[in-house]
Every structure is written in structure tokens, then in C-alpha cells.
């Protein structure tokens, strides 16, 4: 048994997820970082739009109605890998159909009783540039596009946000103006896309303390404000990497379920080691194995292991 299994075994219940993911279906390189930053200008923006229709969302009840809409660049997506909405039978697609599956499960009840807090979902890694914000967006998206669920996506990695980079959001405030300004409510905030069924709180204006911010007592009332006011909702949050700050470790404590990104022949053994004990307090811990490349000959999705774990 390798030490991810055993570490998962101690840290996690049945019905947990575990998956593995290659690099991004053949449409983008892996550093597809670069790429964000250089790609396109608002100009393509405005074209993808143009020439990729995508349906107009339905009306959400006014309290919970935000107050901006934004496109997501489709065509940006597709460069980096991500999951569209045009591309329901990638492969990409299909690896988050299987992630997505045990997590709504667990969130909602389907085949057994839902987990405490279990439509709270945070994704997270142990080091930078493992894929947290590439799973946490397609995931995101994929239970957006398919599923009967309004999912929420919050930025919660204030010191580098990167879910506008991705998703060619243009964005002001956030999470931490929420924080800050007690005249601000979550709905001032909140990003609408065309994305049907896809909200997205961005991490906001950052500055000196914000990290300290994450691990504050407003932070805790607003995600319980969140979870209590969307508890048919899947929140899923884009976290800091575990081991460079503590704000992870302390989100964990309000989660109910939580994606452990791993980056295939990358992650060190010792770094996931600790990683996991950051987050003993979520009794739902799944592994997600990003940028894995199939074995010659091999299916592709004999590499999927769902359920492991006790
Ligand atoms: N499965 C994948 N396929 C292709 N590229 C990926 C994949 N996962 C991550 N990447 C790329 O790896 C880089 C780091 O990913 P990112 O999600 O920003 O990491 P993190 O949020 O953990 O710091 C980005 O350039 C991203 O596009
Ligand atoms: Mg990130």
C-alpha cells in the first residue's frame, strides 16, 4: 500500500472521493499559468462571446440575487484544459463526472445519509502550482453544467487569487471587502456567469493583512452565513496551498468534505504526509491525483479509483 492510500485510509470515511486526473485533455500545455496571463485581450473576449452562445441564467430569488453578471471567456477555458460547456464528452469532462459523483453524494444524501456540512467542499494541496484552482474550477463548472445544483465558487486564496485569470472575470471587490466593510453584503459581491447555475465570490481587494483575515471570527460567520443560507448549494472553496500558510488548515474546520489535490510525480510523500494532519478536523479528506499521463496501452480510465479508503 503506498503512503497516500495508507494516509487516506487513516483520514478517510467511506464514500470519499479519490481520482485521478491527466493533464488537460490535449488541449493546453501544463504550465497553461503563462497562457492566462498572456492570453487574450478582452477584444476575444468579446468575440468568444459572440461566437459561443451560451443560454441565459434564470432569475435567483432576490435575496440572494447578485448584483453583477459577468461572461466567462469560453475559448480561454478551452485553452487551459478546463471543462466547457461545449465540451460535455471530453475526456476532462468525464474524469470530473466520477470526481463530482461521490462528493454530491455525500453533500446531499444521494444512496445514504448526507455528511454534516457536506455541501461545504474545499479544495487544497500541500504546495503551490498542484492544480487547486485548475480542479476547483472544472469541478465547479462540470456540477454547474450537468447537475440540478447551484454551485458557488468561492476565491479563497486571497494572496494569489487566480480564478478572474482563469475565468477572464473582471473583478473589484470580494471576499475580503465583505470582511472588511460591514456595509458590504454578499450579494454586493457575488459574480453571476453564463454559466448557468455558477456564482463565483472572488477573493477581493487584497492588502497587508488579508491572510490573517481568512482565519478571523467575521470569516467564520459568513461561511456560516453561507452554509446556512445555500445549504441546497455546493460552496466550493479555492484554498492556499496548506503548507505555506495556516488559513487552510482553519477553513478546513468549517468544511464538510475536502479535495486533496496531489500532483502526480511531484507532490512529495513527506509534503502530503503533513499536509494531511493540517486537516484532521474534516472526517471527509478525498484524493484527487492531478496530471497523471496514462500508461501506454492502458484505458484511461482504469486510472480512476473511486471510494477507497476504509
Ligand atoms: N490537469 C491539468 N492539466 C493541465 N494543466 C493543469 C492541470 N492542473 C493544473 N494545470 C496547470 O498547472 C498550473 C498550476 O495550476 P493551479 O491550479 O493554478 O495550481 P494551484 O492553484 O495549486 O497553485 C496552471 O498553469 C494550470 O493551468
Ligand atoms: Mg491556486
Redesign the pocket.
Known sequence: MSIIEKAVNKATPPGAVGAD????AGS???????L?EKAFDKEQAVSDQRHEPVPAPEPEAAESAPARQQSISLARLKR??MITPADERSQMAEEFRLIKRPLLANAFGQGGAPIDKGNMIMVT?AL????????AINLAISIAMEMDRTVLLVDA?VA?P?IPDYLGLEVEKGLLDVLRDDHLTLADVLIRTDVEKLTILPAGRTYRRATELLASEAMDSLISEISQRYPDRLVIF?SP?LLSTTESSVLATHMGQIVM?VEAERTPQEALKEALAQIESCEVVGMLL??ATPLPGANYYGYYYGGYGS
Open positions: 486526473i491527466g493533464p488537460g493546453g500545455p501544463a504550465d497553461g499559468g503563462s492566462i487551459v484544459g494541496s503551490p502550482g498542484e492544480g487547486k484552482t485548475f480542479c486564496d494569489k487566480r479555492d496551498p489535490v492531478n496530471k
